[in-house]
C-alpha cells in the first residue's frame, strides 16, 4: 500500500477528530443529545415546541463551516465521480440505511462507541463491513 504523502494530514485529521468529539460531548452533556445527523435532522420533521432551535443551530453550523472556509480563501476541494443520479440514489440507501440501523455513522460511530453501546459496536462494525466490501467489489471485481 502506498501513502499519498501530499494528502496525508495526521495532524489536522487529529485536530478534526478532537474537535468532532469535544462537540458530541458538549451536546450529549449540555442538551442529553446525541451529535447523530440523522436524528437531529429528522426531528425537524416531527418536532415538539423547544426542541427546534438546537437542531437548526447544529445544521447551520454543519453547512456554515464551508462556507466560512470559503470566505477565509480555503475552500474544500470535492471531486465526486458520479452523475446525479448515482448520488440521489446512494442519498435515498443511506436515508433508508441510517432507519433501520436506528441511527447514522456519527450517532453510531462517535457517540454511540464513546458510551461502550453494544448496538453502536454492532451498527459501526457493520457500516465498516459494507463500505469494504463496496470498495472491493467496484475496484476489483468490476475494474473501477
Known amino acids: 500500500m502506498l501513502i499519498d504523502l501530499g494528502h496525508f494530514t495526521p ?18 452533556l449540555f442538551n442529553g443529545r446525541v451529535a447523530g445527523i440523522s436524528g437531529i435532522a ?3 420533521l416531527g418536532w415538539r415546541p423547544g ?5 437548526i443551530a447544529f445544521l447551520l453550523g454543519l ?3 464551508p462556507v466560512i472556509a470559503r470566505l477565509l480563501d480555503k475552500p474544500a476541494h470535492v471531486e465526486i465521480e458520479a452523475n446525479w443520479g448515482v448520488v440521489l440514489a446512494a442519498g435515498f440507501l443511506v436515508g433508508i440505511g441510517t432507519r433501520y440501523a436506528s441511527g447514522c455513522t456519527s450517532g453510531h460511530g462517535v457517540c454511540g462507541l ?9 451498527a459501526t462494525a457493520t457500516f465498516m463491513i459494507a463500505g469494504f466490501l463496496t470498495v472491493f467489489v467496484q475496484r476489483h471485481l468490476l475494474g473501477g
Do not use: E, F, K, M
Request: no cysteine.
Open 11 to 28: 495532524g489536522l485529521s487529529l485536530t478534526g477528530g478532537i474537535v468532532i468529539g469535544a462537540a458530541a460531548a458538549v451536546l450529549i
Open 42 to 44: 429528522g426531528g425537524l
Open 51 to 55: 426542541d427546534i432551535n438546537w437542531r
Open 63 to 65: 453547512v456554515g463551516a
Open 114 to 122: 464513546s458510551r461502550g453501546s453494544v448496538r453502536s459496536l454492532v
